[in-house]
């Protein structure tokens, strides 16, 4: 697919607030919403919104890859038909992201474990509701923590099948895609994992009713880098990592969060992705 004249012409740096976490914030621990539910509004004056530069991906010198930057675009033309129909998303498109996966990063195997369909309009409200669809993500976060990303593994496998597979590498990716495109407004912005100090993340208790999770919040600093695709197509998919076990150097956490673009048209129609959360379990 060709890209767009919106992907081809946009900015080299846009101006973006992003939602960050006031500075030295405490832990906090958040009740969540049943699965599919709103996302809860515990913890909103711990927010500060922070304009910062985020960058085009696309202009970029060289492009961000996963063990740098800890996100990475990728592109495959779905046999997916609509993105709204559960069970079609879990027979066709788990599989096609799980041979993606494997094909980008070597993993030896990859379980895709949840997905999540978001819309960003008002007009699709209605469709929110009757679905339980969720808006765009605006908070800045990263779905795992260096506790919680094994503790993930001990929730899905018993616990000897659990600690063999911890004793090898383990990562947890997300796959973000466009359900229709191209995406004008409310893009992903994505953090620099190199640019984000250690005392930039804090942890988050998420309490589910059956289980506690554990993400990252992200703090303000000026040294960090924000990055995005702008005007993604449905063919394209960013695939960034949420937790990665390996210490040797590698990014391991890729924070990100939506944003509106002030370069969008007002007329911009209602942006619709889909994001897959797996865990994949690799031998390099």
């Not at 909103?44 to 492009?63: F, G, K, S, W, Y």
């Not at 998303?89 to 990859?110: D, H, I």
Request: include cysteine.
């Amino acid at each position: 697919m060709a890209r767009s004249t919106a992907a081809r012409t946009a900015p080299d740096t846009v101006e973006g607030s992003l939602r960050f976490l006031v500075p030295k914030a405490e832990a906090l621990s958040v009740a969540m919403p049943v699965e599919g539910g709103a996302t809860p509004k515990a913890g909103e004056d711990r927010n500060v919104d922070q304009l910062v530069p985020i960058h085009n991906a696309r202009a970029a010198a060289e492009a961000p890859a996963l063990d740098a930057e800890g996100f990475e675009l990728t592109r495959w033309d779905s046999a997916m038909g609509d993105f709204f129909d559960d069970e079609a998303v879990r027979s066709v498109y788990y599989p096609e992201v799980v041979a993606q996966l494997k094909a980008l990063t070597g993993a030896s195997e990859v379980l895709v474990f949840d997905h999540t369909v978001r819309v960003s309009s008002e007009m699709d409200r209605k469709l929110r509701i009757e679905r339980a669809l969720r808006e765009p993500a605006l908070v800045l976060h990263c779905d795992f923590t260096v506790k919680s990303g094994p503790q993930r593994v001990r929730d899905l496998f018993g616990p000897e099948e659990a600690e063999a597979r911890l004793a090898k590498r383990v990562a947890s990716f997300n796959v973000w895609r466009p359900i229709t495109g191209p995406v004008l407004n409310w893009p992903l912005a994505l953090g620099d994992a190199q640019s984000i100090a250690t005392d930039d993340m804090v942890p988050i208790e998420l309490v589910y009713g059956e289980r506690t999770g554990e993400i990252y919040r992200v703090t303000y600093d000026p040294a960090q880098r924000w990055l995005y695709y702008p005007a993604m197509e449905a063919d394209e998919a960013v695939v960034l990592k949420c937790y990665d076990s390996a210490t040797d150097g590698r990014a391991r956490f890729a924070p990100h969060a939506s944003f509106d673009d002030p370069t969008a048209p007002p007329d911009a129609p209602p942006r619709q992705s889909i994001e897959l959360r797996t865990l994949a379990f690799l031998d390099v």
